[in-house]
């Protein structure tokens, strides 16, 4: 069992910049791939970012890469998620997430375990 908690959400002006925190605790941090995804009002959950295990792999949405950088802290059981230039498209909960596997996958339904979620709101 993985519990997580998010943190780090608020409201920001366009061009801003945040950063999520999720702690983990319960089971080896180190063995799970983690997962950043993100809902708006109205829309299905998609995947934002993720990180392998070790960290030595990453990957992104064509929407944020470039402006997201995921990170991850074995030694903390916490991975990160800095956000720059952000845009009001990027309004929506932002979830932690912790996968099982070796590799990174993209569909949420892979993902195991889940935190409650912290609401970040970019004005224009």
């Known amino acids: 069992q993985v519990q997580l908690v998010e943190s780090g959400g608020g409201l920001v002006q366009a061009g801003g910049s945040l950063r999520l925190s999720c702690p983990a605790s319960?089971?080896?941090?180190?063995?799970?791939?983690m997962g950043w995804f993100r809902q708006a009002p109205g829309k299905e959950r998609e995947f934002v970012a993720a990180?392998?295990?070790?960290?030595?792999?990453?990957r992104y949405a064509d929407s944020v890469r470039g402006r997201f950088t995921i990170s991850r802290d074995n030694a903390k059981s916490t991975v990160y998620l800095q956000m720059n230039s952000l845009k009001p498209e990027d309004t929506a909960v932002y979830y932690c997430?912790?996968?099982?596997?070796?590799?990174?996958?993209?569909?949420?339904?892979?993902?195991?375990?889940w935190g409650q979620g912290t609401q970040v709101t970019v004005s224009s």
């Open positions: 997430a912790a996968d099982r596997s070796l590799g990174i996958r993209l569909g949420a339904t892979m993902y195991e375990y």
């Open positions: 319960g089971r080896a941090f180190n063995s799970y791939t």
């Open positions: 990180i392998r295990w070790d960290g030595g792999s990453t």
